[in-house]
């Protein structure tokens, strides 16, 4: 069974930093893409980005490029995210996942198995 514990989050403001872990179990860790989609009142589930840990292909959504990076310690099977220059746009819950479909696929249409949602809060 494909299992997800994340952890971090938080409240920070305008520009502050926060991480995001995401540990796997269950499954061959190498053989999947991890991630992250965000989710704010209102809207629409979107991707923000993803690792495929056997070749750390990496995929960002545009406007969180150059803020944000994502890292994998496949002795540990888990997943960073590290997030820089936070936004009150970033403000959501931020869902880790898995997916057989990385890179520009990343989709939530093609997760296989969602960790627990925890809140990133960003004041302006």
């Known amino acids: 069974e494909v299992q997800l514990q994340a952890s971090g989050g938080g409240l920070v403001q305008t520009g502050g930093s926060l991480t995001l872990s995401c540990t796997a179990s269950g499954f061959i860790f190498e053989d999947w893409a991890i991630g992250w989609f965000r989710q704010a009142p209102g809207k629409e589930r979107e991707g923000v980005t993803c690792i495929s840990s056997r070749d750390d292909n990496t995929w960002y959504r545009n406007s969180v490029k150059g803020r944000f990076t994502i890292s994998s310690d496949n002795a540990r099977n888990t997943v960073y995210l590290q997030m820089n220059g936070l936004k009150p746009e970033d403000t959501a819950v931020y869902y880790c996942?898995?997916?057989?479909?990385?890179?520009?696929?990343?989709?939530?249409?093609?997760?296989?198995?969602w960790g627990q949602g925890t809140q990133v809060t960003v004041s302006s």
């Open positions: 996942a898995a997916s057989k479909w990385g890179g520009s696929d990343w989709s939530p249409t093609q997760v296989a198995s």
